[in-house]
T-cell receptor
Framework: EAGVAQSPRYKIIEKRQSVAFWCNPISGHATLYWYQQILGQGPKLLIQFQNNGVVDDSQLPKDRFSAERLKGVDSTLKIQPAKLEDSAVYLC??????????????FGAGSRLTVL | GNSVTQMEGPVTLSEEAFLTINCTYTATGYPSLFWYVQYPGEGLQLLLKATKADDKGSNKGFEATYRKETTSFHLEKGSVQVSDSAVYFCAFEPTGANSKLTFGKGITLSVRP
């Protein structure tokens, strides 16, 4: 099966500019996640969708970050305006459902953002 | 609150050496435990998992046992290869609907020939 697709792979912008990342999950996966991975740290969940509804966005900086998942398939994560500390890899993941009590996520390759 | 702690890295080993990467967690109840791996230039992928106490997850020669009494899920491999060079993340997911997967900081493993 095709994996989780993300674009762009790399993006360099100046602070206060805006940027958008796109994710196409595995076909049939109901749950979609966006994680932020800052260099030297583990991924941190930004937002979780179940179909096209938000399940958890408690760690999303809502003053500058937004995300949507129209029609419950593709998703877009936007940052506006960007700050230097937003430099990170943005990971998209999807999951079918809980498997034997453990929710197995499939990750995309990530979008690396550098803010200058 | 819920958290996971990994040993500090990086770790450099010679090929065929024994590997142990420590991971401990703090959580109520019986979380599910995972090891994810990130090879250079690739996305995170699941290496192994365990869903209840005393379960042993295994894959590609790696093993980890869910130890409830020590709240640990240490990753081991008897003989590492150069191709095992990657970043390894311990993670856990608390019980309950819509609970979220929480990752440790990750540890970089370099295996030299």
């Amino acid at each position: 099966e095709a994996g989780v697709a993300q674009s762009p792979r790399y993006k360099i912008i100046e602070k206060r500019q805006s940027v958008a990342f796109w994710c196409n999950p595995i076909s049939g996966h109901a749950t979609l996640y966006w994680y932020q991975q800052i260099l030297g740290q583990g991924p941190k969940l930004l937002i979780q969708f179940q179909n096209n509804g938000v399940v958890d966005d408690s760690q999303l900086p809502k003053d500058r970050f937004s995300a949507e998942r129209l029609k419950g398939v593709d998703s877009t994560l936007k940052i506006q305006p960007a700050k230097l500390e937003d430099s990170a890899v943005y990971l998209c993941a999807s999951s079918l459902d809980r498997v034997a009590g453990a929710n197995v996520l499939t990750f995309g390759a990530g979008s690396r953002l550098t803010v200058l | 609150g819920n958290s996971v702690t990994q040993m500090e890295g990086p770790v450099t080993l010679s090929e065929e050496a024994f590997l142990t990467i420590n991971c401990t967690y703090t959580a109520t109840g019986y979380p599910s435990l995972f090891w994810y791996v990130q090879y250079p230039g690739e996305g995170l992928q699941l290496l192994l998992k365990a869903t209840k106490a005393d379960d042993k997850g295994s894959n590609k020669g790696f093993e980890a046992t869910y130890r409830k009494e020590t709240t640990s899920f240490h990753l081991e491999k008897g003989s590492v290869q150069v191709s095992d060079s990657a970043v390894y993340f311990c993670a856990f997911e608390p019980t309950g609907a819509n609970s979220k997967l929480t990752f440790g900081k990750g540890i970089t493993l370099s295996v030299r020939p």
